[in-house]
């Protein structure tokens, strides 16, 4: 997963679309550290995650917030230092002196005035609980809305993270309507059957 990121980061893919089971370190590698990793080499880039409640996708933008005001991260940006601005510094959003920003919204709120230089979405469907036929298309919608609504260029890469909730869900709808855009990286929790994965940078 982590040269998948690395090699949309560096443009060999328009989007990315990660699939994987739960209790794989998914949000953690994709939705903090990968953001906080381009921050390094890019630090004015600015990050527009979104999940499918305020509170998840604030709890990721506060863990992104500690690991980058964190000894050990500012030790790896001592030539271009990312700090943090005192007058924007809040769970949902922040920014740096280089004019990056991360700002954090759930799909059960407004995402009013805001855009990225890159979307992230992470769990757009409540893995927790069956969601309703509405709520399930209601987040579908929102997020075919800030694809194309929310993206600070036209060419602006999407990253979307997801367990699978449904057949229809954002990942399924992706899928289908959109697949030739994204590279997917899918990996089951059960293999049906023996299965050769390539990775992008290493050729491994």
Not at 9 to 36: A, E, M, T
Not at 46 to 72: E, G, K, P, W
Not at 171 to 186: K, M, P, Q, T
Request: proline fraction near 6%; include cysteine.
């Amino acid at each position: 997963i982590c040269e998948y990121l690395m090699a949309l980061f560096r443009g060999d893919y328009p989007n990315l679309l990660v699939n994987i089971q739960p209790r794989c370190l998914k949000s953690r590698i994709c939705s903090v550290f990968f953001p906080c990793w381009v921050w390094l080499h890019k630090p004015h880039l600015r990050f527009l995650c979104i999940s499918y409640a305020s509170s998840l996708s604030n709890d990721h933008n506060y863990d992104r917030r500690v690991l980058i005001q964190s000894t050990f991260y500012q030790q790896l940006c001592q030539d271009r230092p990312v700090t943090l601005m005192f007058g924007k510094n809040r769970i949902s959003e922040f920014g740096n002196i280089h004019g990056g920003e991360m700002l954090s919204r759930g799909l059960d709120s407004a995402v009013t005035g805001k855009g990225g230089d890159m979307l992230i979405i992470d769990d757009p469907n409540d893995p927790e609980r069956v969601e309703s036929d509405t709520q399930r298309e209601n987040n579908v919608k929102k997020c075919k809305a800030y694809m194309f609504t929310r993206k600070n260029y036209p060419d602006a890469p999407v990253l979307c993270i997801q367990q699978r909730t449904h057949r229809l869900d954002v990942s399924g709808w992706i899928l289908e309507e959109r697949g030739d855009e994204f590279e997917n990286v899918i990996i089951p929790g059960r293999a049906p059957k023996d299965t050769i994965l390539y990775f992008p940078i290493s050729k491994v």
